[in-house]
């Protein structure tokens, strides 16, 4: 780790992590869409830096998050689920912060592995808010199979203060208030569900968007079906247009709650801001913003996430905001992808970036450099890996991989005419499969290795995972033990 002086102490800048929960890229009003109202990210991003091409790993809420904080992809940190923890300490965003002198904080939702969430002084998170209810004696919409036909749709009975969206702005504002020490930084990460289901709004944000604004787009629909190969083997697969044939009115309101959670979210935003500014802390705080994963939001008559690869689940929001640079609102249109947080933040604060690392900085996209960004964006699940390039994309399917998806994509993508089959993209499909192939082996990390037994490539990371405990180690038997 880069040794910090105390004179640096005093300018060191503070990082507030900003999150949403399956909020689609273009669901912010500042990105072109027609109904949404987001005024202070519109106000945030006007300060900094909107990268329009920012995709995340896995459209799933805790592997994503994990390779957020550990700049790995799933393949390395091997946490495909939303439960359990991870097989290996991996360096991470707040043990970085940790090491550095940082208070860290998260409020609201977490869902981290434990062996990144330990990193953590203070985590107030949802589990918290559940109590806090139960002791007010308050509850929210209850789980039944009529609320779940509702695409876990309602109102909430519970007041604006007690929402937990609301809740979570609450907790990041008392852990800014909390600091004694002015000279201390801090990394903060404030993480809203919303506007994650179930989407309940409360009463005086129910109404704010109207169930006829939204379009049926019937044609769209039965083209998306129709050319679909994947499903998620849950009810989520239920969350679509045609489910509710005898009343769309139910996808349009559900729809309209989605679009009230992502303004409701900016507006307590709007307060953690002015709670950062109150506290003489806004000129020197980092500011990010971000979500873990998208939402199809409406589009072909879907709702949720309940097919993974496509850009409306892997694309994501991101705003960057330095308070000494002069971005001034500039869109960056270059591919990069969320394991690249972590590097430039190390770049940008002064630490040393972790051999673990496999992002790339940022910085070098905000300062114009020619060349910036990425040739190509990879994402996966446990059946499905994904490479998309600026001009195309192509998902292999583990349980068909003869009946893959080769998409165009460029200034106007089209993920419903798939091309796998057609001759005339046979040398593209084979460079892609080529990439996706030489990734899966950058990335993919065993539990043990014997060193004598082959001659690995002499890399950061090699060289760190040598040093782990118990990593070439072998049992009586003979076997290794990782």
Not at 65 to 93: E, W
Not at 408 to 430: H, S, Y
Request: aromatic share 10%; glycine share 6%; with cysteine.
């Amino acid at each position: 780790m880069a040794m910090i002086t105390q004179s640096d102490k005093a300018e060191r800048l503070n990082v507030l992590f900003f999150m949403t929960d399956q909020h689609r890229a273009d669901c912010l009003s500042l990105a072109g869409h027609p109904l949404v109202k987001t005024p202070y990210l519109d106000a945030l991003a006007a300060r900094g830096a909107w990268f329009n091409n920012m995709y995340t790993c896995s459209a799933l809420c805790c592997p994503s998050r994990t390779s957020f904080m550990t700049s790995t992809y799933l393949r390395t940190h091997q946490h495909y689920s939303n439960g359990g923890n991870l097989r290996r300490d991996l360096p991470n965003l707040p043990a970085l912060a940790q090491a550095a002198g940082y208070r860290t904080g998260v409020t609201g939702k977490a869902h981290l592995p434990e062996r990144i969430l330990r990193h953590f002084d203070s985590a107030q998170t949802v589990r918290e808010h559940g109590k806090a209810l139960r002791q007010q004696g308050l509850q929210d919409v209850p789980d039944t199979p009529d609320f779940h036909r509702q695409f876990m749709s309602a109102c909430s009975p519970l007041p604006y203060a007690a929402h937990e969206t609301t809740w979570t702005a609450d907790r990041a504002i008392d852990f800014l208030k909390a600091g004694s020490d002015p000279k201390q930084p801090f990394f903060l990460w404030c993480s809203f569900t919303a506007p994650h289901p179930p989407l309940t709004p409360p009463a005086e944000m129910d109404d704010l968007y109207k169930p006829e604004s939204i379009p049926l787009d019937w044609e769209g629909y039965a083209r998306f079906e129709n050319s679909r190969l994947g499903q998620r083997a849950m009810i989520e697969d239920f969350w679509k247009l045609g489910s509710v044939k005898q009343d769309p009115g139910i996808f349009q309101k559900a729809l309209c709650r989605y679009l009230a959670h992502i303004t409701m979210v900016d507006r307590e935003i709007g307060r953690v801001l002015k709670a950062l500014e109150q506290n003489g802390q806004a000129g020197r705080t980092l500011i990010v913003f971000s979500a873990d994963h998208g939402d199809f939001a409406g589009r072909w008559g879907q709702i949720g996430k309940n097919i993974p690869a496509y850009d409306d689940l892997l694309r994501i929001p991101f705003l960057y905001v330095d308070p000494t640079r002069q971005d001034g609102g500039r869109c960056v249109e270059s591919l990069h992808q969320s394991v690249d947080l972590l590097p430039s933040l190390c770049e940008r604060l002064g630490w040393e970036t972790p051999p673990t690392a496999q992002g790339i900085s940022l910085l070098p996209a905000l300062d114009g450099c020619p060349g910036a960004g990425r040739e190509a964006v990879f994402a996966e699940t446990h059946n499905v890996k994904t490479i998309r390039t600026r001009q195309w994309k192509l998902n292999l399917f583990g349980p068909h991989p003869s009946r893959g998806q080769l998409f165009r994509m460029g200034a106007n993508p089209d993920e419903l005419t798939n091309l796998w089959d057609d001759p005339a993209c046979v040398a593209i499909k084979c460079d892609l499969l080529e990439q996706l192939m030489a990734w899966t082996i950058r990335c993919e990390q065993p539990p043990a290795m014997e060193w004598k037994a082959e001659a690995f490539v002499d890399s950061r990371w090699y060289r760190w995972l040598k040093e782990q405990p118990h990593q070439c180690e072998s049992d009586a038997n003979g076997r290794n033990r990782g």
